[in-house]
């Protein structure tokens, strides 16, 4: 049994994540990621970190869709212990994503590029973002998306480029306020294949999630993957406004 109530993780939950409906395009960036030793770490020249910007970009051309597994531990000053999640997650760029949370406070955040919907079946409620209506939000998710695609990626990130253990680490200092508003840091971490590994988000006062991904792979996926439709009953919500 859980050692929190599903409210109680629910409310953890979103003051973990000021804005839940962006933090997926975060989780998103990680089908980039890999595993490296810090200790041996050597940082890529300009040259040196374009090239492998490009060879990501043409990797993403051939296929643009990628699955994996993840588990997630959360740590915040409202937590005297982290809050672990195991689930999947999928992609398709530029924009497209689902990721599932299992157990008891399971939960389905999922985007066709026109609408995220954040679903919690334990409750019966969905939350629905359109996307394209707001400047503040899409210009976020814009930020947001460069660190997904790591195209445009230096627009809104400083960005170092680390060879180590193999692979890569990629860390990404936001640029812009309402970025930093979001994150402090992103790192991801990639094997020598570009494939996901681990990633690790560092919030605003401290807070910090670090995923690891197991079964990374390069996968055509159906639309229907990203296709959403509330189920009979579910209460649905609107917290942009329709």
């Known amino acids: 049994m859980s050692l929190f109530h599903p409210a109680l993780c629910r409310f953890i939950d979103r003051c973990f994540f000021r804005m839940k409906s962006l933090r997926v395009l975060v989780f998103a960036a990680v089908f980039l990621g890999g595993l490296g030793q810090y200790s041996r770490a050597v940082e890529l020249t300009p040259d040196q970190r374009a090239a492998l910007l490009a060879q990501m970009q043409a990797t993403r051309d051939k296929q643009p869709g990628a699955r994996a597994h993840f588990r997630e531990q959360k740590q915040s000053h409202l937590m005297k212990q982290p809050l672990v999640s195991e689930g999947s997650i999928a992609f398709c760029a530029p924009n497209k ?4 949370i299992t157990g008891d406070n399971s939960s389905l955040t999922i985007s066709d590029g026109r609408t995220l919907w954040i679903y919690y079946p334990n409750f019966q409620e969905a939350e629905k973002y359109p996307l394209g209506q707001r400047a503040f939000f899409d210009d976020s998710i814009s930020a947001l998306t460069a ?11 400083k960005l170092n480029v680390y060879q180590e253990g193999g692979g890569y680490r990629f860390v990404l200092l936001p640029r812009k306020s309402n970025l930093k508003r979001l994150l402090l840091q992103l790192t991801i971490w990639l094997d020598k294949d570009l494939l996901l590994k681990k990633t690790e988000i560092i919030m605003p006062g401290g807070d910090k999630s670090v995923t690891d991904y197991t079964g990374t792979e390069r996968v055509s996926l159906p639309a229907s993957t990203f296709a959403f439709t509330p189920p009979a009953g579910t209460r649905v919500t609107t917290p942009l406004g329709k």
Do not use: P, V
Request: aromatic fraction near 26%; charged fraction near 35%; avoid cysteine.
């Open 147 to 157: 660190g997904m695609n790591f195209t445009h990626i230096e627009e809104f990130y």
């Open 97 to 100: 994503f689902r990721r599932e």
